[in-house]
């Protein structure tokens, strides 16, 4: 992440949920299922964004609550270490379901 401000973290987030959405971009979930190219980009950028909301720490929690960034922090840690359990289908639900929630919550923050 480019620093410790989080703004900066927030705007990194941002970033990354672009890059999602050009890595699925034409994609439903059957597709995704068979295009590892894209799971594996998506879950590095998840990877970020999870490290991102870490280092934010609980600062946007209560502002957000449908976000969930408990859980999101958490996540990271699934996917970094547990990254044999994780489902392709909650990935795609993460990125199609939260994500969006997500970039509304950032673009707030953002004052975009």
Known sequence: ???????????????????????????????????????????????????????IGE????????VDFPNLRRFGSILRHDYGDVDVEIIWQVTVGRLPLLKAACRAELGL
Request: glycine residues 2%.
């Open 1 to 55: 992440m480019s620093s410790s401000d989080p703004l900066k973290r927030i705007a990194d987030i941002l970033d990354q949920i672009a890059r999602i959405e050009s890595h699925i971009a034409g994609l439903d979930l059957a597709a995704f299922r068979t295009n590892a190219l894209a799971q594996d980009a998506v879950e590095r950028c998840l990877e970020r964004i999870c490290e991102a909301a870490r280092k």
């Open 59 to 66: 600062e946007l929690d209560e502002r957000y609550p449908d």
